[in-house]
């Protein structure tokens, strides 16, 4: 993508706010951070000064790191009456906003402008101005080229924050979405002094105990069905806090059941809270999750998504599970 290709109104819009909040999705993955976090800081000024919403409970443990990077103000609750508009980033639906109990709905008013900025193929497009690119491989690889379009600064830090956002939602630079653009994008990143050898040790090489023991019990409870096409685990939400982790830590752990041999749809089940189950699915090859995530009220990507269901553990298993061999049929083996 050129920087070229990156609507006028939408930085005209950024470029008129000066006290913006800047919102990404619940359990906030590294390219929900760090597009979030990179905006903040590349639009602070003397007029303007952007907060990021981040709630408690938001930061995984392992991702902790890049707000201590950013260190970028947090939107307190009356930062929501007093914000003059609203940046969201890598999120596509309304609902799914990372705002906690702090935005009352009648915060979304048209005297404050929703910017939404996403990479999804299910966005509802609820913003005023809407820029969505659902063959972008992150929402950090469109703030990066929002950012050179409008000559904002691109300091090492900044950098290494959208390199973050690139690199894990392509699966390290693994995933079809991995074209030219996103490793171009990426080169640029690491000219502006992105951190590559700290963000490999952080993101890939530096797991807590708790989560390894939240490791053990997603391999210990990988399961396969449709002759070993259909992968999936699962933790309770006694599991999760028993290895010392929270719903908040919930995210790569899909990438266990995905990685068997021969399996073209991998889903994860996990009960952060109690009687309510988040689903991730994943599918390889041909196969798209997308419509299987619809089937039970979710979204995301043609080939990454998820859902949450209002039951508990075995109640979503058993419901989804099924669905699923059926959702494989429509695909059949090349």
């Not at 909040?21 to 602070?44: C, E, Q, R, T």
């Not at 929703?114 to 969505?132: E, K, M, P």
């Not at 749809?265 to 996990?270: E, G, P, Q, R």
Request: proline share 4%; aromatic share 6%.
């Amino acid at each position: 993508m050129k920087a070229s290709e990156v609507p006028a109104p939408l930085i005209d819009a950024i470029q008129r706010l000066r006290r913006p909040i800047m919102i990404a999705h619940v359990v906030p993955d590294a390219d929900a951070l760090g597009s979030a976090f990179a905006m903040a800081l590349a639009w602070s000024s003397q007029t303007c000064q952007p907060k990021v919403s981040l709630p408690d409970g938001s930061l995984s443990q392992r991702l902790t790191f890049l707000y201590d990077w950013a260190k970028v103000p947090i939107a307190a609750p009356e930062d929501f009456t007093t914000a003059d508009g609203f940046v969201v980033l890598d999120t596509a639906k309304k609902s799914r906003c990372n705002v906690g109990k702090s935005l009352k709905e009648t915060d979304w008013q048209d005297s404050k402008p929703i910017i939404n900025i996403d990479h999804h193929a299910t966005s509802t497009r609820f913003g005023d101005i809407n820029w969505v690119v659902d063959t972008a491989g992150s929402t950090c690889e469109l703030v990066y080229t929002m950012l050179r379009a409008a000559n904002r600064p691109i300091t090492p830090v900044i950098a290494s924050l959208l390199f973050a956002g690139i690199q894990t939602d392509t699966l390290g630079f693994s995933l079809p979405t991995t074209n030219a653009t996103a490793l171009s994008a990426s080169a640029d990143l690491v000219t502006c002094g992105a951190n590559v050898a700290e963000l490999g040790e952080r993101l890939c090489r530096s797991q807590t105990k708790s989560e390894f023991d939240l490791l053990r019990t997603i391999y210990a409870n990988t399961r396969v069905v449709a002759d070993g096409e259909i992968s999936y685990s699962s933790a309770s939400y006694d599991e999760i806090h028993e290895a010392g982790c929270t719903a908040a830590d919930i995210d790569d752990q899909i990438n266990v059941p995905r990685s068997l041999n021969g399996v073209r749809l991998a889903m994860l089940f996990t009960e952060g809270k109690k009687g309510k189950t988040r689903i991730n699915f994943r599918g390889s090859g041909n196969v798209t999750v997308s419509e299987l995530a619809a089937m039970f009220h979710g979204g995301g990507h043609m080939q990454s998504a998820g859902a949450i269901l209002d039951c508990g553990l075995d109640q979503a298993i058993e419901k989804v599970v099924h669905c699923a061999v059926e959702h494989l049929k429509n695909f059949p083996s090349p």
